[in-house]
């Protein structure tokens, strides 16, 4: 949850891997070629929800959990960012923001408990 930064990576999966704390997975959400490399395993690890994936019309459809990094793509592999597409994601990350509910173990106490029917019991 910090604010995005340019950095220059070695492009061998070893540092990948390190950077996201683990195995990596490529989506592609965007119309441009960039790719989101993500911990592969951040959802089912618990990471913290770090970016929302919406759609066209701005509704969300998924999200990226744990810290991810971002990569122009060449025809077969990962390449840099170009400065415009810099500029673009930079703005884009540095605006947004997501909201994180914990989830709940217990019954809220306000919620209604579920009644046993009579042939329930």
Do not use: W
Not at 3 to 22: A, F, H, R, W, Y
Request: proline share 7%; hydrophobic share 30%; with cysteine.
């Amino acid at each position: 949850m910090t604010p995005p930064t340019v950095q220059e990576i070695d492009g061998n999966l070893e540092s990948m891997q390190k950077l996201v704390g683990g195995h990596i997975q490529a989506i592609y959400p965007f119309d441009d070629p960039v790719a989101i490399v993500c911990n592969d395993e951040g959802k089912l690890l618990g990471l913290p929800m770090n970016h929302i994936l919406t759609d066209n019309h701005g509704v969300p459809y998924d999200f990226v959990c744990g810290t991810f990094f971002m990569v122009g793509l060449a025809e077969d592999r990962f390449a840099s960012l170009t400065e415009q597409q810099i500029e673009k994601y930079q703005k884009k990350y540095t605006n947004e923001m997501v909201f994180s509910v914990p989830a709940r173990t217990e019954p809220h106490k306000n919620h209604p408990k579920k009644e046993k029917h009579e042939h329930e019991r």
